[in-house]
């Protein structure tokens, strides 16, 4: 999921949320948007959760390419 | 008395010039306006400084222009520091600079001026060329240096804000000579990785000498060709630099550009975790709400106790029919009682006369007994049928129509528990349409029925 899609699915599930509340859907429609609703939050969830803390530092190989390495950070100066 | 005359050759003046003014002056700071400033192919620069009465000839030599911090130009005033040369060929002399300084300003402070004008003269402040910053940064590219407090204090940040961010840090000195190539390098290399979402450029505080590395333009222009948004954080919140010009948004310190970057991502998370929550609330009362219509569906009588109203019938009905069978029955016993009398009359009077009088009262009587209770049943037809029409609009037939029917015994008496026939017992069932003749099979305490 691209950052569009998701706002995609973030506006729709305000929406969901907006009309649930109204409480004017009949019962069968409110059980499918609350189906596809608990189904959006849990899809931007996992979207927001995918990214996992890690700290890299870019360093340059034998060949003059770049790459990363992970990093830890210890203060030396205080520059 | 002869003279000798002391002839020099123009030369031996010169020579002798040059050796008094550079003996006299080797080193010396001359204050002045510039004019004339010109740059040559050589990258020797020539220009005059001047006041209100005179001129001086001043060169710069291509090694001393590049220790320059800021642009001579005309107009300026400024201060040099050098030695007066004669320069013989052509009758002149001038000043060789060594150093160059604006009067007024620090010569940095010009040079930032300087460039800050130039630069925003091209556009590259604009306003309109400002990128927002992504609302949901997953990773975050930082140039600066690796073991400086730059980086501990956004680390400190992210790390207490907002975890699951994932760091690329592009190692660069951020002062002394070579910090600012160093940071252009890492803004490009991180522009290289591709799916860099914002890019943090900065250092702590310093000296205006320490954060001149910021102060670069060709650093400003990486920044600005940067495909990815740029956050400065350059110092404190009270010093500005060029990248914090040019840059998308600037922070007033690393911590702060720390701050912006989560912000936005903590803002959508806990959003979205309000969603989650009404989501569930909504759906919550509605379900509440349902639960409420159909509690107070089943609390009526008629889903309650189907066989309620059919029974209110048919006791009005049995009213009914009494009510005529009384009416009747009354009619009769009068008609009755008056045939009585009037034979007792009858029987009073002589045989002939009275006998033909007696036969025509009592044909008479006859008729009205027999109008009497004619009228008597009409009337109570005209009961019953009044009785009919209200049963009517009672509807039993549309209780039958909804699927109930009435079980009677041969005798028309109504079945209501298993207990009042016995297997092999015919019944009639009454339906909306027809009716059924049954034999009881079995009988059972229970059913299937759904409890309501």
């Not at chain 1, 609703?37 to 990214?51: K, P």
């Not at chain 2, 205006?208 to 956050?231: G, H, Q, Y």
């Not at chain 2, 954080?233 to 009270?238: D, F, S």
């Given at each position: ?6 706002e ?6 305000e ?6 509340e ?12 609350f ?17 996992e ?7 340059k ?9 992970p990093?830890?950070f ?6 | 008395?002869?003279v ?8 031996a ?5 040059a ?26 620069a ?12 001043c ?12 642009e001579?130009k ?22 060789v600079?060594?150093?160059l ?13 300087q460039?800050k ?20 940064p997953r990773?975050?590219?930082?140039v ?7 980086l ?12 699951e ?29 591709g ?9 702590g ?5 320490d ?15 940067s ?7 350059v ?28 912000k ?10 309000d969603?989650?929550?009404r989501?569930?609330?909504?759906m ?12 107070r569906?089943?609390?009526r ?13 048919e ?7 009494a009510?005529l069978?009384?009416?009747?029955l ?49 009337r ?19 209780v ?23 297997a092999g ?16 099979d079995a009988?059972r305490?229970?059913d ?5």
């Amino acid at each position: 999921m691209t950052d569009l899609k998701f706002e995609d699915c973030l506006a729709r599930l305000e929406q969901i949320v907006g009309a649930l509340e109204t409480g004017n859907l009949p019962l069968e429609e409110s059980l499918k948007v609350f189906e596809e609703g608990i189904a959006l939050a849990r899809h931007c969830s996992r979207y927001l959760d995918a990214a996992e803390r890690r700290i890299e530092m870019l360093v340059k190989d034998e060949s003059g390419g770049v790459t990363t390495t992970p990093f830890v950070f210890e203060a030396e100066d205080e520059a | 008395m002869s003279v000798e005359r002391r002839v020099l050759t123009v030369s031996a003046l010169s020579a002798q010039l040059a050796a008094v003014m550079e003996e006299r002056f080797p080193a010396v700071w001359i204050e002045g306006e510039i004019s004339n400033f010109k740059v040559y192919g050589s990258g020797h620069a020539y220009f005059t400084l001047k006041d209100e009465g005179a001129q001086l000839r001043c060169v710069l030599f291509r090694t001393r222009a590049r220790r320059v911090r800021f642009e001579p130009k005309d107009g300026l005033h400024v201060m040099a520091f050098g030695a007066v040369e004669v320069y013989a060929q052509r009758g002149e002399y001038q000043l060789v600079v060594e150093l160059l300084e604006p009067r007024g300003l620090g010569a940095l402070q010009l040079a930032f001026e300087q460039l800050k004008e130039r630069l925003a003269a091209e556009g590259l402040f604009s306003p309109t060329r400002k990128r927002s910053l992504p609302r949901f940064p997953r990773k975050i590219g930082v140039v600066t240096s690796p073991s400086g407090a730059a980086l501990r204090d956004m680390l400190r940040v992210i790390g207490r804000r907002f975890g699951e961010i994932h760091i690329v840090l592009a190692p660069a000195r951020v002062q002394g000579e070579g910090a600012a190539a160093e940071v252009a390098q890492g803004v490009r290399e991180l522009n290289a990785l591709g799916d860099v979402d914002v890019i943090i450029v900065g250092r702590g505080g310093g000296s205006l000498e320490d954060l001149w590395a910021f102060n670069d333009e060709m650093l400003a222009r990486t920044i600005a060709a940067s495909k990815i948004p740029v956050i400065s954080a350059v110092g404190h919140e009270v010093d500005f630099t060029i990248a914090d010009f040019v840059a998308d948004v600037r922070a007033a310190t690393p911590s702060n550009a720390a701050e912006l970057v989560v912000k936005e991502k903590r803002a959508v998370v806990e959003s979205l975790a309000d969603l989650r929550v009404r989501l569930r609330r909504a759906m919550a009362r509605m379900m509440a709400g349902q639960r409420d219509r159909l509690e107070r569906t089943r609390g009526r009588r008629v889903l309650t106790d189907p066989g309620r109203p059919l029974r209110d019938l048919e006791r009005r009905l049995d009213d009914a029919r009494a009510r005529l069978r009384q009416a009747a029955l009354g009619a009769v016993a009068r008609g009755e009682h008056r045939v009585e009398l009037a034979g007792r009359g009858l029987r009073a009077l002589s045989p002939v006369a009275r006998t033909l009088n007696g036969r025509r009262a009592l044909t008479d009587l006859h008729g009205r007994l027999g109008r009497g209770v004619e009228q008597a049943i009409v009337r109570a037809g005209h009961h019953l049928g009044a009785a009919a029409g209200r049963l009517d609009s009672l509807s039993p037939l549309a209780v039958l129509g909804r699927g109930y029917s009435l079980t009677r015994t041969p005798t028309g008496r109504i079945v209501r528990s298993w207990r009042e026939v016995t297997a092999g017992d015919a019944v009639r069932v009454l339906l909306h349409e027809g009716s059924l003749d049954c034999r009881i099979d079995a009988t059972r305490e229970t059913d299937d029925r759904p409890q309501v």
